[in-house]
């Protein structure tokens, strides 16, 4: 009997367990819902992911079926039109995703059949890792050497390519046309790989040769030192557990450390497992309400802060590198987060909103949980007190201006801005805001 596996963010034929499920009974189907929120993406993002979609049904011999609705209909449109009793996909964890598989699991027992859900895009599930006494870590720390003594299993084979049914007439968005869209639009960074066989490889390269230096040199934007693994997770054309399956035989620093990065995203996507309210909510609150700005002015101070216009070099350049590439330096991340928040005193899910809408590598828990440590209001975040200086930032990260000169041309001319604000004055403020929204607490 035909199993259908429904593609959700596991874009990959190796060590993808649900799919292996769905092909234990021999050929299987394939389908793709292209939902409406996919337009609330930047056009860049879009492209990536018809790419994404592209390659993998070429993998699947032309079988992947990409079909416009709702997930439900479109899971059960295919699962009719397969005459698919089961159908298997990864689990979700997120807010969105969690409602989303309810839906689909509602709509295929109305009429018969079953989702099964196997596997999810983490090497332990959001959830599982726990304190002696059953309740989650709110610690990254502990959360780390407990996640590291849980364990994981090894990596799943690899499916068979050949053993897809097509499901021809259910398809409906042209690949073609929405991959090349964003080429036009948008020139594409040459880190934005979207061919499973090929980030596997550049991940085997970085793993075998820089991943060495990672623990001295990551935190530096303007040497190319980290894995831009990060999209190739979020779309799961790689699974984490195939990262950490190659580091097991390491014993360099860099390797340790690289690992402990993955388990970033595996605290974060626990976090917001525990605590779904975390999507838009602060868990611990910084400012009062009312404390933050608003108007006319702090409009203008977004929006030079979206186009890299604050007079802060190490600020515009992470900023016009997001909005050239869809990708920024983790250390810059930081930096203009702070900025933002500590700085310009504006909300940090302003931000997160337009970190979404620009980042190729988007996704939610990864997203809102660091802005949410940044912001000093998350889980285990950084103290709200302790805000970057961008200048010396700059200077510690960038020692000899590589990065900002790379991305702000103008940077050494008369058009080059004046400072926004004064950093010292703004911190000093927001310090005297935080103590008294604490005092009054
Ligand atoms: C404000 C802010 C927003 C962010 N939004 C996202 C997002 O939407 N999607 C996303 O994948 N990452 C996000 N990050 C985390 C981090 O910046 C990126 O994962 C990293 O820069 C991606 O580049 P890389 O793959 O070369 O990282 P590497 O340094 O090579 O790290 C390897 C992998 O470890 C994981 N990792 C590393 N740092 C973190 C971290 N701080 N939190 C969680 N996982 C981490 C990522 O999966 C990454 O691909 C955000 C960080 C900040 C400060």
């Not at 190319?224 to 699974?239: E, I, N, P, W």
């Amino acid at each position: 009997m035909t199993h259908l596996w429904w593609a959700r963010r596991d874009l990959r034929l190796d060590d993808n367990p649900a799919l292996l499920e769905a092909q234990s009974d021999g050929p299987a189907a394939a389908v793709f819902a292209w939902t409406e929120a996919v337009h609330l993406w930047s056009g860049r993002r879009r492209a990536h992911l018809a790419r994404s979609l592209w390659s993998l049904r070429d993998d699947t011999g032309g079988a992947l079926a990409v079909a416009r609705g709702r997930a439900a209909e479109v899971v059960l449109a295919a699962a009719q039109e397969a005459d698919a009793r089961v159908v298997w996909a990864a689990k979700e964890f997120s807010p969105a995703g969690v409602a989303e598989q309810q839906a689909v699991s509602e709509a295929l027992e109305g009429d018969g059949r079953e989702l099964r859900l196997h596997g999810s895009p983490y090497a332990v599930a959001p959830g599982r890792v726990l304190k002696s006494d059953g309740t989650p870590y709110r610690v990254y720390t502990p959360f780390l050497d407990a996640w590291r003594g849980h364990g994981w299993r090894a990596p799943a084979e690899r499916a068979d390519p050949d053993a897809f049914v097509s499901l021809g007439s259910l398809d409906d968005v042209d690949l073609d046309q929405r991959a090349a869209h964003g080429d036009s639009e948008d020139p594409i960074d040459p880190h934005h790989e979207f061919r499973e066989e090929r980030l596997r490889a550049a991940l085997e390269d970085f793993i075998d040769g820089d991943v060495a230096g990672y623990a001295q040199d990551r935190d530096r934007p303007d040497l190319d030192a980290t894995s831009h693994l990060s999209s190739a997770l979020a779309f799961g054309q790689v699974h984490p557990r195939t990262v950490l399956a190659m580091l097991a035989p390491l014993r360099s620093d860099g390797s340790r450390v690289f690992q402990a990065e993955l388990a970033w995203r595996e605290f974060h996507a626990d976090t917001l497992w525990h605590e779904p309210q975390a999507r838009r909510e602060s868990l611990t609150p910084v400012l009062a309400e009312d404390d933050w700005e608003t108007g006319r002015d702090a409009d203008d101070a977004f929006v030079a802060w979206r186009d890299g216009r604050t007079g802060f070099p190490l600020v515009d350049a992470g900023m016009r590198q997001l909005a050239q590439t869809g990708w920024m330096h983790n250390r810059v991340r930081m930096v203009v987060a702070s900025f933002l928040i500590k700085d310009l005193r504006l909300p940090w899910q302003r931000g997160a909103d337009h970190f979404r809408r620009a980042l190729v590598d988007y996704d939610h828990a990864q997203n809102q949980l660091n802005w949410q440590w940044v912001a000093g209001t998350g889980r285990d975040a950084a103290p709200f007190f302790r805000i970057f200086n961008p200048q010396s930032q700059l200077e510690r990260f960038d020692p000899d201006r590589r990065y900002v000169q790379r991305w702000i041309p103008e940077l050494d001319t008369p058009e080059y801005p004046e400072p926004l604000v004064d950093h010292r004055e703004e911190r000093e403020t927001t310090l005297r805001l935080h103590k008294r929204a604490k005092a009054r607490r």
